[in-house]
T-cell receptor
Framework: AQKVTQAQTEISVVEKEDVTLDCVYETRDTTYYLFWYKQPPSGELVFLIRRNSFDEQNEISGRYSWNFQKSTSSFNFTITASQVVDSAVYFCALSEPFMDSNYQLIWGAGTKLIIKP | DGGITQSPKYLFRKEGQNVTLSCEQNLNHDAMYWYRQDPGQGLRLIYYSQIVNDFQKGDIAEGYSVSREKKESFPLTVTSAQKNPTAFYLC??????????????FGSGTQLSVL
C-alpha cells in the first residue's frame, strides 16, 4: 500500500516561533520522490521542494529546511522564525512508479499552519 | 506572466445539470491534470492528459469528462452522474508527463457547490 500521513491536522504558533510539520510515508519501492507544496488562502498550490529517494541530504532554503530520513520513512519540514505569511495548508506528496514508466502522486491530507502575530 | 487560469472561481450546479470548469495555461506545458480537493483530505486525481487529443482516467474519474483539443486548454465537465460534486477543483500542469517527476504548477481553483 502506498500512503502519506500528515498526522498534524492543524498547528497554531505565535510569530517567530519555529515549527515542524511531519510527513511519514509508506512505499515498497526503492525509487521514489517526495514533495512539499504550500497552499495559501488564495488556493493555488505552490511547489516548495522535491527529493528523490537516493538523496538523503537535508536541505535548507532560507527559513525553510527539510529533514529526510529513510530509516523512519519521514520527510519533515521545519520553518524557522515563522512569519504570518507562512500561514497556509502544507501538503506532503509521494511519487512512485505506477504502470510501466508512469508515476503516481499520493498526497497527504495536509497540515493547516496558523501563524499568529 | 505565465501561469494557469481557472474560471470561474465559484460555480453553482443545479440537480441534474452538467457544468464545465475552464483551465487554460500559457506555460507551454505538455501535461495537464485535474484534481479534486475535499476538506481534510489530500488531492485526488480525476483526469490527466500527457498530450493533445489524449487523456487518461485518474483515481476518481466517474461522473467527470474532459477534452484536450488544444495544448493550452483542458476543460473539465462535471456531469449529472457525479452525485457528490461539491468540492474545490484544481487544475495543474507540468512540463512533461508524470514519469519524469516534474513539479506541478497549479491554478487558483474553482469551488463548485450544489444548489
Amino acid at each position: 500500500a502506498q500512503k502519506v500521513t500528515q498526522a498534524q491536522t492543524e498547528i497554531s504558533v505565535v510569530e517567530k516561533e519555529d515549527v515542524t510539520l511531519d510527513c511519514v510515508y509508506e512505499t515498497r519501492d526503492t525509487t521514489y520522490y517526495l514533495f512539499w507544496y504550500k497552499q495559501p488562502p488564495s488556493g493555488e498550490l505552490v511547489f516548495l521542494i522535491r527529493r528523490n529517494s537516493f538523496d538523503e541530504q537535508n536541505e535548507i532554503s532560507g527559513r525553510y529546511s527539510w529533514n529526510f530520513q529513510k530509516s523512519t520513512s519521514s520527510f519533515n519540514f521545519t520553518i524557522t522564525a515563522s512569519q504570518v505569511v507562512d500561514s497556509a495548508v502544507y501538503f506532503c506528496a509521494l511519487s512512485e512508479p505506477f504502470m510501466d514508466s508512469n508515476y503516481q502522486l499520493i498526497w497527504g491530507a495536509g497540515t493547516k499552519l496558523i501563524i499568529k502575530p | 506572466d505565465g501561469g494557469i487560469t481557472q474560471s470561474p472561481k465559484y460555480l453553482f450546479r443545479k440537480e441534474g445539470q452538467n457544468v464545465t470548469l475552464s483551465c487554460e495555461q500559457n506555460l507551454n506545458h505538455d501535461a495537464m491534470y485535474w484534481y479534486r480537493q475535499d476538506p481534510g483530505q489530500g488531492l485526488r486525481l480525476i483526469y490527466y492528459s500527457q498530450i493533445v487529443n489524449d487523456f487518461q482516467k485518474g483515481d476518481i474519474a466517474e461522473g467527470y469528462s474532459v477534452s484536450r483539443e488544444k495544448k493550452e486548454s483542458f476543460p473539465l465537465t462535471v456531469t449529472s452522474a457525479q452525485k457528490n460534486p461539491t468540492a474545490f477543483y484544481l487544475c495543474a500542469s507540468s512540463i512533461t508527463e508524470l514519469s519524469t517527476n516534474e513539479k506541478l504548477f497549479f491554478g487558483s481553483g474553482t469551488q463548485l457547490s450544489v444548489l
